[in-house]
Each structure stands twice: as structure tokens, then as C-alpha cells.
């Protein structure tokens, strides 16, 4: 069951981050400028964030892994379009529909993991889950734009609705073969507006919207800064940028290890500085032979504070896991879309160096900000 969920989570974060690396391949191809192209980043974000509104309680009520499978599946429609999409418009329908089944996926692996896992474990479970993720991320950066500059940029939605299509049909049949997950709708459960209530269910959400916002923006042009400032080509830009994602796995390695030592505020505070070191050594970096370490400090730094967040998040109301995870994910991909948007803008007006420059020490007052809540 666990290697279903982390495969069915692999093609959800890879779906989102494979065209990050296409960004310069989808503005030739459609002759717009980096910066419109990116409206398949935004709408997929925008999607993502407002379906799971609509999946968080729907895994409560019918069970989380037969949600997870049937989301997967499809996934494999809105890919399949994106194969054919004869102009950017198109494009974007198809990263719309991508996004919003995508929705279903991940936060519900995340709630299926706090049904079944105790607290005091379960920072070391997500991070586990969280290998999943990063490596869906290194796929979708790397590998897209090997395929890209090989094949075409098309292929790369071919074989995501392929391994959708695998990994859906798998967990589904799993899931109707077993008994219902822990965790259904119980009766008596708070809705959304009910977690909202909640003091600190708030301020965690206004935290990881400004997390997603700032994070997740840079992390979208991480690739054509390479491509415009360095000249890389876009496997190179995808395979430097992938080791934001090695950095991920190398905290979901030692995640166990610094949370005894350091505790969540430690760890909220390690990945501020982790965060503020490496996208602005990214930025700025005078030469390619630094970015790598950039890019694994910053990924490295970005899980330390996000899987302390979101291990909390599974908390907010477990009466509810799935709602609350679904909220969760909302605001952190909603901010994300922002992020996307104002990071456009810096990026066709300014110079995207500044994006980096902006993000990195926010994200450090932001973590202490965290740090300081969570020693209380």
C-alpha cells in the first residue's frame, strides 16, 4: 500500500513541476514571452488549491486511498489533452484539469497517513512521503526537459498520463479489495468553516499561504534563470535545478535524526537559513559550478520548514483529516499561484535575479516567525 501512495504522489508533483523547465520550449512554441507561458504553472496551482476543498471531505466521507486512485485516473485525461493542445490556450484548459484531479492526491496520501500513524512518529512518516514528492519534483524538472530537448515537450505528457494510468488502476483495485481506510466521515465532523474557527488552525494557514506564495514562486523560474543568465540548455537547466529536490530527499533522510536533536522550532528555524543561503546564492550566482549546492541548499532548507508545517497541519482537526489537510494544501498552492504571478511580473519587468533576492530572506523572518510559535 505505501509504495501505491508514494507512486500515485510521484506523478502528482511531477504533473506540477514538469513545466517548469518548459517554460522557454512553450514560449517558442507558442510565440509568447516566459512570463505568459506561465499561465500553465498558475492555473494548474489555481486548480490544485480550490479542488481540494471538494476531495478533503469526499475522503472522509467515501475513504481516502479509493479518492486518491480515481484522482489518478484522472489525471490521465488532463495529460492526454495537454498531448494534443494545438495552441497555449489549449494548454492551459489542460493544465486546469490536470491540477484539479491532481488536488485529490497528495493532501489525501497525507491524511491517510495521519489516520494510521501516532504524532510522535509521523513528521518521520511524511518525510518518507515526502522522498515521494521529491522525486516527482526531480522527474518533473529533469526529465521534462531532457525529453523536451530530445523529442519535444509533448512526450513528457504522454508518459504522465501513462504512469497515472499504472498507478490509479493499482490503488484503486487495492482499495476496493480492503476494508474501509481509517479515518471515514465521522458524524459530528467540522466543517470547513469550523477549522477556520480555530485560532491556530488560522495562523498556520496564513503561514504556509505566504510559504507557498514566496517559495514556490522562485521555484517556478528557477529553470529560465538558467537558461537566460547561464545559457544552460533546458536538460541542463532541469538536471541543475533537480537538485533542489536532492536536497529534499536529503532531509527526508535525516529528518528523524534532527527532529530528536533540534526539535520542530530548530528545524523551522534550519530551513529559514537554509532557504535564505541557497536562493540567494542561486540568484546570484557567478557561475554554474555553484548552483547545485544552491539548489540542494535551498530544497533541503524548504523541507525542513515544510514538513514541520504541514505535520502540524495533520493536527488541525482530527476529526477531520481530510478537510483540514485539504485546506492545507488549498492556501499553500493558492499562495503558490500568487507567488507564480507576482514572480512573472518581477521577471518581465525587473530582473528574475530579484525574485531570489526577495524570497530568500523572507522566508528566513518567516521561519523564525514559525520557530517562535512553535517553541510555544
Known sequence: MPWLL???CFA??????AC???LPALADEFSTTVGQASRVIFVFAVA???FQLGFGPLGDRYGKLRVIALCALACVIGNGIAFFSPTLDWLVTARIVSGAFAAGIYPMAMAWVGDNVAYGERQVALARLVSASVLGTL?????????????????????????FLVAGALLLRTARGGASPAGAFPRGRPALLDILALPAARWLLAVTALEGA????AIAFMPSLLQRHHAASLSMAGGLTAFYGAGGFVYSRVAGRLLRRMGEPGLARLGGV????GFLAFGYAPDLVWVPAACALAGFGFYCLHNTLQTNATQMAPSARGAAMALFACVLFLGQSAGVLAAAWVADHLSDALIFAIVGPGLLALSMVAARRFRR
Open 6 to 8: 508514494g507512486a500515485c
Open 12 to 17: 502528482s508533483i511531477a504533473s506540477m513541476r
Open 20 to 22: 517548469d523547465t518548459l
Open 48 to 50: 490544485y488549491g480550490v
Open 139 to 163: 522527474a518533473g524538472q529533469w526529465l521534462s526537459g531532457v525529453i523536451a530537448e530530445w523529442v519535444g515537450w509533448r512526450p513528457t505528457f504522454a508518459l504522465l498520463a501513462g504512469l
Open 214 to 217: 514566496m517559495a514556490f514562486g
Open 274 to 277: 537554509s532557504l535564505c543561503l
